[in-house]
């Protein structure tokens, strides 16, 4: 006689989830963030899907920010559609950090001042670098002409200073 034994699997069920930090996340256009479900089988196969890839795309759990809106980024367990879970994402606007002042050129007289008044992107501090103290001071763009000379004042973004004028 010749026997068969087919043994079945526990039928533990496959369970993902996501940190709680990364279940609603705030991206800035342009940018990217890797997400890394919690799944309970290293044998998974995840799929990944963007409610709106207009507005955020995912690949591999890398979510890639396209343009401002509201997207639901799905993860699930192939051939288990009902494992699931969820992240909301929100892409914000990319802010283009500037400054920028209409006249770059100015001639003082000794002992004269004047207040300088860039544009520069809302929300964020400038700083003043001068370049000779002894000819021009300059505090929060108040200039002041010290004596006859040449200097240069550089206004940037303190946290960016990649806007500068």
């Known amino acids: 006689m010749l026997f068969a034994f087919v043994l079945v699997g526990c039928g533990e069920k496959v369970t993902i989830s996501i940190n709680e930090a990364d279940q609603a996340i705030s991206i800035e256009e342009g940018k990217s963030q890797k997400v890394t479900p ?19 795309k995912v690949t591999d759990g890398n979510i890639q920010a396209v343009k401002p809106g509201q997207a639901i980024i799905t993860v699930s367990v192939k051939d288990e559609k009902d494992v699931k879970a969820t992240i909301t994402v929100t892409v ?22 004047l207040t300088l008044n860039p544009t520069y992107t809302e929300n964020t501090t400038l700083k003043w670098e001068n370049s000779d103290d002894t000819v021009i001071s300059v505090t929060d763009g108040k200039v002041k002409a010290l004596k006859e000379g040449v200097s240069t004042v550089k206004i940037s973004i303190v946290d960016h200073p990649e806007g500068y004028v």
């Open 92 to 113: 914000t606007k990319k802010i283009i950090y500037e400054v920028n002042i209409e006249n770059k050129n100015i001639t003082l007289v000794e002992g004269s001042e």
């Open 38 to 56: 919690v799944v309970s089988s290293a044998e998974a196969i995840l799929e990944w899907s963007s409610s709106d890839e207009t507005i955020a």
